[in-house]
């Protein structure tokens, strides 16, 4: 932190949160023009990395992050190894940036 805010790195301890929130008081839209959807298909995963997928989602949706949608599009999920070896839930949305 500059030292020109000496007093921020005290107020973001005290507003640290567990949790991220949300709100309704914005909508968000992404324009894809006339882009043709990209849907990828779900890559192979071993039956422990499905397991850690599905606790993932289900605590995803639990704390209200995600919700179930229908969508032409569709990114694959990937299960990162960690150092400490448990693994990490990302999306591969590498055809989407390309």
Same mark, same amino acid.
């Given at each position: +932190? =500059?030292?020109?805010?000496? /007093?921020?790195?005290?107020?973001?301890?005290?507003?640290?949160?567990? $949790? =991220?929130?949300? $709100?309704?008081?914005?909508?968000?839209?992404?324009?894809?023009?006339?882009?043709?959807?990209?849907?990828?298909?779900? %890559?192979?995963?071993?039956?422990?990395?499905?397991?850690? +997928?599905?606790?993932?989602?289900?605590?995803?949706? !639990?704390? /209200?992050?995600?919700? =179930?949608?229908?969508?032409?599009?569709?990114? !694959?999920?990937? +299960?990162? #190894?960690?150092?400490? /070896? /448990? #693994? #990490?839930?990302?999306?591969? %949305?590498?055809?989407?940036?390309?």
């Amino acid at each position: +932190m =500059p030292p020109e805010f000496p /007093g921020c790195i005290v107020i973001l301890k005290l507003l640290h949160v567990v $949790t =991220p929130g949300s $709100t309704d008081l914005l909508e968000f839209s992404i324009d894809t023009e006339s882009s043709p959807p990209i849907k990828q298909r779900p %890559y192979r995963v071993f039956k422990a990395e499905d397991d850690v +997928m599905e606790t993932e989602l289900q605590q995803y949706l !639990s704390l /209200g992050h995600i919700r =179930p949608f229908t969508s032409p599009w569709a990114s !694959s999920v990937v +299960m990162i #190894r960690k150092p400490d /070896g /448990g #693994r #990490r839930f990302c999306l591969d %949305y590498r055809q989407l940036n390309a």
